[in-house]
């Protein structure tokens, strides 16, 4: 039997149940257009050295790979923190966005959107529209624009604009709507670059693949400090699942390493304030793919909610959704308070201030439980500087 | 009469308009079809309010956003075309999203529909090989008629197999954009209009997106077999004296 292929994305667009393109005709052109030809531009020997170099000398990769001693000691295992805060604007996202703007230039598109929840993609999508030179427009949540508001202001700065996006719960979800809705209108001239491991196919895997430079580089600096290549826990934490998808990526088919997902529990998973997507989820579509989503029995996607504004989504990329069905992956999930603390504990124990979203990852290393000589990555996806203001409210 | 011989029978000007379910009142729905069969419309869209809406501007997302805080279902909405089915045979199809149907369950969802007398289906994120695939058999059992989309950017295969699959009629988007769009007719869309008038396709065609007033659906009729106005209807519908709204707007259009 080959392994592979059992999570990897099948040639039509899914993962197991999960995933293909279900968007409206409007769309059909591009989304068929980037399904011939994503692989074979980005496995293009030009645009594999372009994209490797601007992660090295642009984005500062790789990111390094720091054994905490304070959570090894605490959790009683090895607990490894993948430093993807270091990256040049602060996060993971940065790698998708470098991928896709080659992409975009090599299929003629003059016009970027992205959509944003922390912030984070969008300041990583106009970092990247500024140094290549093309239109950006970034669709933010109302709600997300005020409480992320550095990050708004960064994107500003890089010359982007930012468009609020006023609909429904007026988060990350309304604004990946206002983004498929500019893109219906300006289908020829735009890229979308989707900012997580969802939408309709090929942007899981193309996101996916992008991102998947974390878990390689975690093979090569784990074997380096270890002698091991493969740890025995990977964990991350899951809005759409980007990071998740980049650090689980080249451990998929290795099934001695555990894959773990922190989802945001919000105000608790029965508080109707929640966006525990694997808990509270069943099948059906958001966003142009079939995955595991929040919604009621008439299919209307419910609100969801979470402090951390990457993690406030009712849906979760397909491919998560088939780790969890088929028990690859497991799921933890970690309210807004628990989040909080563990990112105090964090800055004040290790002297970094992770963000809120990577907060719940670290979060849920108190409900696992370890051997001392377990190996665990942790993807430490995103620096803290943009929750300042949420924190110091809930400090007073 | 089904969709497809009402559009056969008369030929040419089909007027179709667009109204959401439960907007703006719970109870608006069967007044609304009502009075526009009393005006004469020869189809009606019906919209099945989605959360998310993907391909509709923010007219008819305002609108499905009341129609759901008003307390609609699709139960509720199967309840009141079936009461609308006593007053008027006006033949009705319905739009909305793959995962409404989905979630209903597509069997008990073309059931329910077929015997509340909705006659067709409009779901813009329904892909067209897993209609055949999956559904089509399912649609010709319930006798749902369905009628797919297609627009300036696509293919001709594309266009051939949105002929063959679409029962009712094919439904020509004006314009690569979202719903609610003013503005005159450009060129560019009318020889958008005449290169899908001379592909000999079976389906009769039907013009919609950015079709609000007389001029604008003088100008799909001339290409097509008719049009379908949404947005521009939505808009004019009067909270007040919701009849003389109707009865004034379709007037201004015919
Ligand atoms: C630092 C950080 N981590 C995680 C996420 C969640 O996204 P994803 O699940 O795609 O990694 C975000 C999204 O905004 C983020 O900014």
Same mark, same amino acid.
């Given at each position: 039997m080959t392994m592979k292929n059992l999570y990897n994305v099948s040639?039509?667009?899914?993962y197991g149940d999960f995933g293909g393109a279900f968007i409206p005709e409007m769309l059909y052109a591009n989304i068929d257009h980037l399904q011939k030809v994503y692989l074979e531009i980005s496995q293009e020997s030009n645009f594999v050295a372009e994209f490797e170099a601007l992660l090295k000398?642009?984005?500062?990769?790789?990111?390094p790979l720091y054994r905490s001693v304070k959570l090894s000691e605490k959790y009683g295992a090895e607990i490894y923190l993948k430093? /993807?805060?270091?990256n040049h604007t602060g996060a993971h996202k940065i790698n998708n966005t470098i991928g896709q703007i080659l992409l975009a230039r090599r299929i003629g598109k003059k016009r970027i959107i992205a959509e944003t929840g922390a912030g984070q993609h969008g300041v990583a999508t106009a970092t990247v529209c500024a140094l290549m030179d093309l239109e950006c427009i970034i669709y933010m949540g109302e709600v997300d624009i005020a409480r992320q508001a550095p990050n708004v202001a960064r994107m500003r700065m890089l010359g982007a604009e930012v468009r609020p996006?006023? %609909?429904?719960?007026?988060?990350l979800k309304d604004a990946t709507n206002e983004a498929i809705r500019d893109w219906i209108n300006n289908a020829e001239s735009t890229h979308y670059i989707i900012? @997580?491991?969802?939408?309709?196919?090929?942007y899981p895997d193309m996101v996916t693949r992008f991102q998947s430079v974390i878990s390689q580089e975690i093979k090569a600096q784990l074997f380096e400090k270890?002698?091991? /290549?493969?740890?025995d826990y990977v964990v991350a934490c899951v809005g759409g699942g980007s990071n998740a998808a980049g650090a689980f990526y080249h451990f998929l088919?290795? %099934?001695?390493t555990k894959l773990i997902l922190a989802e945001a529990a919000g105000e608790?998973?029965?508080?109707?304030? @929640?966006?525990a997507t694997s808990i509270l989820g069943s099948q059906g579509i958001i966003h142009g793919c079939k995955t595991l989503l929040m919604q009621t029995n008439d299919g209307q996607i419910i609100e969801p909610h979470s402090v951390s504004a990457g993690l406030d989504y009712p849906g979760i990329g397909p491919m998560h959704a088939h780790l969890i069905n088929s028990g690859r992956a497991k799921v933890y999930p970690a309210t807004d308070e628990e989040a909080i603390q563990a990112m105090l504990y964090l800055s004040r124990e290790e002297g970094i201030i992770p963000a809120l979203e990577t907060a719940h990852a670290l979060a849920i290393l108190e409900k696992m439980s370890f051997q001392k000589s377990d190996v665990v990555v942790l993807?430490? %996806?995103?620096?803290g500087d943009k929750d300042l203001n949420t924190i110091m409210k809930y400090l007073n | 009469m089904n969709i497809r011989n009402t559009i056969d029978q008369k030929g040419k000007e089909i007027l179709n308009v667009y109204c959401t379910a439960g907007?703006?009142? #719970? =109870?608006?729905t069967v007044t609304v079809l009502k009075s526009l069969s009393e005006e004469g419309v020869d189809l009606i869209e019906l919209g099945m309010p989605?959360? =998310?809406? #993907?391909? =509709?501007?923010?007219t008819i997302q305002k609108s499905s956003q009341v129609a759901l805080q008003n307390g609609l279902t699709l139960n509720i909405l199967f309840e009141q075309v079936k009461e609308a089915r006593q007053h008027t045979q006006v033949p009705i199809i319905a739009m909305g999203y793959y995962n409404q149907m989905l979630q209903y369950g597509v069997e008990k969802f073309l059931s329910k529909a077929h015997q509340s007398g909705i006659q067709g289906m409009i779901i813009p994120d329904l892909p067209m090989d897993i209609y055949e695939k999956k559904y089509a058999n399912l649609f010709q059992e319930y006798n749902m008629e369905i009628s797919f989309l297609i627009t300036p950017l696509t293919s001709d295969e594309r266009i051939k197999q949105a002929d063959r699959l679409s029962s009712a009629f094919?439904?020509?988007?004006?314009?690569t954009s979202i719903t609610g769009k003013k503005g005159e007719i450009q060129l560019h869309q009318k020889e958008y209009f005449e290169r899908i008038a001379q592909m000999n396709l079976h389906s009769p065609r039907l013009i919609g997106f950015g079709i609000h007033d007389k001029t604008t659906y003088n100008t799909a009729c001339k290409y097509s077999h008719g049009a379908i106005i949404g947005s521009a209807f939505i808009r004019a #519908?009067?909270?007040?004296d919701m009849e003389a709204s109707i009865s004034n707007f379709i007037t201004s259009i015919r």
């Open positions: 040639k039509d667009g899914y000398d642009y984005v500062g990769r790789p990111s430093r /993807e805060d270091l996006a006023t %609909s429904g719960s007026r988060t900012g @997580s491991a969802i939408g309709p196919h090929p270890t002698g091991d /290549e493969f740890p088919d290795h %099934s001695d608790g998973i029965d508080s109707g304030r @929640s966006a993807c430490l %996806s995103g620096r | 907007y703006p009142h #719970l =109870d608006s989605y959360s =998310d809406p #993907l391909a =509709d501007g923010e094919i439904y020509v988007v004006s314009q #519908l009067s909270e007040g």
